[in-house]
């Protein structure tokens, strides 16, 4: 008996640990009063923007850790950039459409914050495209396609509907915003964020 309830501490010892590490106020905020109905991350980012570019690393430490069946929406903001903005939501859209994020994604990071060159119109987007293996003719078909339409649509509204004035922004089952300000460490991000995850 005596080693059932050993077990069972030791179980129980990383949740307490977690519960003791991190608190409401400090490392999360609750915007709304009831959670997803299925475990979601939503994150609001932009490529124009130097904080998710420095965050990318920790996001792609974070999909790897996610346990099956969490969904991990990733948004992008239209107002960082003032008028190119749009034209990254758009390309962000065309990406997933094209199944092409993987790649392009991490590339056009890189060429924005990396090498300092900002693709401020859109034959230099589709062109950057090209370059990274995209075919020509498939990116023409999509990027004013009725499914990037809809996806460009969806991030506005989410835009809207969860308040975003800043990014990068992380909520967790629609119920809790990280405070990415109190994140010290990759580790402690998802640590963090496995943690939401379980709470109700």
């Not at 758009?90 to 392009?104: Q, W």
């Amino acid at each position: 008996m005596k080693k059932i309830l050993l077990s069972l501490l030791v179980l129980l010892l990383p949740i307490t640990a977690c519960a003791e590490r991190f608190q409401e106020g400090k490392h999360y905020t609750v915007v709304r009063s009831v959670a997803s109905a299925e475990p979601e991350i939503t994150e609001f980012f932009s490529v124009l923007c130097g904080h998710c570019y420095s965050f990318e690393p920790i996001v792609h430490e974070l999909s790897k850790q996610l346990p099956p069946g969490v969904k991990f929406k990733r948004n992008h903001v239209d107002f960082v950039g003032r008028d190119i903005g749009p034209l990254y939501t758009r390309a962000y859209a065309t990406m997933l459409v094209l199944k092409v994020e993987d790649t392009v994604l991490p590339a056009i990071f890189n060429e924005v914050h990396g090498k300092k060159n900002f693709l401020q119109t859109p034959a230099a987007l589709r062109d950057f495209f090209i370059k990274n293996g995209v075919d020509a003719g498939q990116y023409d078909g999509a990027v004013s396609s009725f499914a990037v339409n809809g996806l460009v649509s969806q991030m506005q509204k989410a835009t809207k509907d969860y308040k975003i004035t800043g990014v990068p922004s992380f909520f967790v089952n629609g119920k809790y915003k990280v405070n990415t300000s109190s994140i010290k460490s990759a580790d402690e991000f998802v640590q963090l964020v496995l943690f939401l995850l379980e709470k109700k």
